[in-house]
Nanobody, 118 residues
Framework: QVQLVESGGGSVQAGGSLRLSCVGY????????MGWFRQAPGKEREGVAT???????SYADSVKGRFTLSQDNAKNTLYLQMNSLKPEDTSMYYC????????????WGQGTQVTVSS
């Protein structure tokens, strides 16, 4: 069993930055794929970024060049550095993990809210 706990959300003005953290507890392993997803009210959940066990990252086109994933395997922590935030980035952000990067992901955190004002 894997438990994921996110933190780092908040409210910022457009152009600002936030760093989200996701700590994994339980049977975490470097063989896991981890990622960030987001869902705004009335919208479908969308993938933001993933990193596989080889360290290969993938980003949604909407965040490329602005968001950066990183990992601290010693701390079982995944980070999402979000720069140049836009109002359309406003959403609940969820951390997810599974043995591979192909959906569906089986392990999810509770989410952390990001609000960007114009």
């Amino acid at each position: 069993q894997v438990q994921l706990v996110e933190s780092g959300g908040g409210s910022v003005q457009a152009g600002g930055s936030l760093r989200l953290s996701c700590v994994g507890y339980g049977h975490t392993s470097v063989s896991y794929c981890m990622g960030w997803f987001r869902q705004a009210p009335g919208k479908e959940r969308e993938g933001v970024a993933t990193i596989d066990s080889a360290g290969i990252t993938s980003y949604a086109d909407s965040v490329k060049g602005r968001f950066t994933l990183s990992q601290d395997n010693a701390k079982n922590t995944l980070y999402l550095q979000m720069n140049s935030l836009k109002p359309e980035d406003t959403s609940m952000y969820y951390c997810a993990a599974d043995s591979g990067c192909t959906p569906p992901f089986n392990y999810w955190g509770q989410g952390t809210q990001v609000t960007v004002s114009s």
